[in-house]
């Protein structure tokens, strides 16, 4: 009984270890290949050795508090044209936006004569990007430190040009319910958005999350009187039976866009039009 008990915990030892490697294998090639796959998808930026000394990756925190007492105060505008060439021109904004590449890269190969300006919660990811930014030598495209569920409106009020598009793509979904106050699409952002985009402007949200998408989608449903899904204005813009674009419109993925189809997940996308002035006693809660 004693030599039975011995072997099997021996077995157990032997056999445990490779079992453990395999899987830590299969994480490390898949981070491999997702790496890989942005590299590749962002290749002619040539970022990689703009950041030498600090490494092409950062450590940072996947998921932050917006609750927290760091992040309550509104960030102030900058001078805007310190930051931008031309100030006036229409602006485009990328709620979370993460390491910056998809906007940057939107800055440097768009023919759309526009700015760019990144709003992100995590401190060392802007502080790299604007790094970039400073080195590519990009005057139409900016990053700021800022909790947007905060900072939207002042920021865009202080913006001289029209605010023609604003994009939300995979933010951190909090699964949790009790959480879910902590997404950074809440109403008073919507009625920030959906007051100070300009008329014609757009809104793209999007999320390999499906909770997460419809919750965005919901939200500005719910403004049927001022917003028309894109897709019934531009034929261009293709959707399934269920009313989820088919494609990205934007001509390049974001990171995390990159990770989720590797990964086999499905990007649930919805445009909207603002075809309608935004009247301040209109809201949802």
Same mark, same amino acid.
């Given at each position: 009984?004693?030599?039975?008990?011995? =072997?099997?915990?021996?077995?157990?030892?032997?056999?445990?270890?490779? !079992?453990?490697?395999?899987?830590?294998?299969?994480?490390?090639?898949? =981070?491999?290949?997702?790496?890989?796959?942005?590299?590749?998808?962002?290749?002619?930026?040539?970022?990689?050795?703009?950041?030498?000394?600090?490494?092409?990756?950062?450590?940072?925190?996947? +998921? &932050?508090?917006?609750?927290? =007492?760091?992040?309550? @105060?509104?960030? @102030?505008?900058?001078?805007?044209?310190?930051?931008?060439?031309?100030?006036?021109?229409?602006?485009? !904004?990328?709620?979370?936006?993460?390491?910056?590449?998809?906007? #940057?890269?939107?800055?440097?190969?768009?023919?759309?004569?526009?700015? %760019?300006?990144?709003?992100?919660?995590?401190?060392?990811?802007?502080?790299?990007?604007?790094?970039?930014?400073?080195?590519?030598?990009?005057?139409?495209?900016?990053?700021?430190?800022?909790?947007?569920? &905060?900072?939207?409106?002042?920021?865009?009020?202080?913006?001289?040009?029209?605010?023609?598009?604003?994009?939300?793509?995979?933010?951190?979904?909090?699964?949790?319910?009790? +959480?879910?106050?902590?997404?950074?699409?809440?109403?008073?952002?919507?009625?920030?958005?959906?007051?100070?985009?300009?008329?014609?402007?757009? &809104?793209?949200?999007?999320?390999? #999350?499906?909770?997460?998408?419809?919750?965005?989608?919901?939200?500005?449903?719910?403004?049927?009187?001022?917003?028309?899904?894109?897709?019934?204005?531009?034929?261009?813009?293709?959707? $399934? $039976?269920?009313?989820?674009?088919?494609?990205?419109?934007?001509?390049?993925?974001?990171?995390? @866009?990159?990770?989720?189809?590797?990964?086999?997940?499905?990007?649930?996308?919805?445009? %909207?039009?603002?075809?309608?002035?935004?009247?301040?006693?209109?809201?949802?809660?």
């Amino acid at each position: 009984m004693a030599w039975t008990a011995a =072997a099997s915990l021996c077995c157990r030892l032997v056999r445990a270890p490779p !079992v453990r490697r395999r899987a830590r294998r299969r994480t490390l090639c898949s =981070a491999a290949r997702s790496t890989d796959a942005v590299d590749r998808e962002y290749a002619d930026l040539n970022l990689r050795p703009l950041y030498p000394n600090r490494g092409h990756h950062l450590r940072i925190r996947q +998921h &932050v508090n917006p609750l927290s =007492a760091l992040f309550v @105060e509104p960030t @102030e505008p900058p001078e805007w044209t310190e930051v931008f060439e031309d100030p006036l021109l229409p602006l485009m !904004v990328d709620i979370g936006c993460g390491s910056g590449r998809f906007l #940057v890269w939107l800055a440097k190969n768009s023919g759309e004569r526009r700015n %760019y300006l990144g709003l992100e919660i995590r401190q060392k990811l802007v502080e790299r990007t604007q790094f970039w930014v400073t080195e590519l030598g990009l005057r139409n495209v900016y990053f700021m430190f800022a909790n947007a569920t &905060v900072s939207f409106e002042q920021i865009m009020l202080s913006y001289p040009g029209p605010l023609s598009l604003v994009s939300i793509l995979c933010p951190d979904p909090h699964f949790k319910k009790r +959480h879910h106050k902590r997404r950074v699409l809440q109403t008073p952002l919507v009625d920030s958005i959906t007051k100070n985009l300009c008329l014609g402007g757009r &809104v793209l949200v999007q999320s390999d #999350v499906l909770d997460v998408a419809t919750d965005m989608r919901e939200r500005f449903d719910g403004y049927a009187d001022v917003f028309e899904h894109a897709d019934r204005i531009d034929k261009d813009l293709q959707c $399934d $039976d269920e009313g989820w674009l088919l494609d990205n419109p934007m001509g390049i993925r974001t990171e995390r @866009e990159i990770h989720a189809e590797l990964e086999g997940a499905t990007i649930y996308r919805r445009m %909207y039009q603002k075809t309608r002035c935004f009247s301040p006693d209109y809201s949802i809660s």
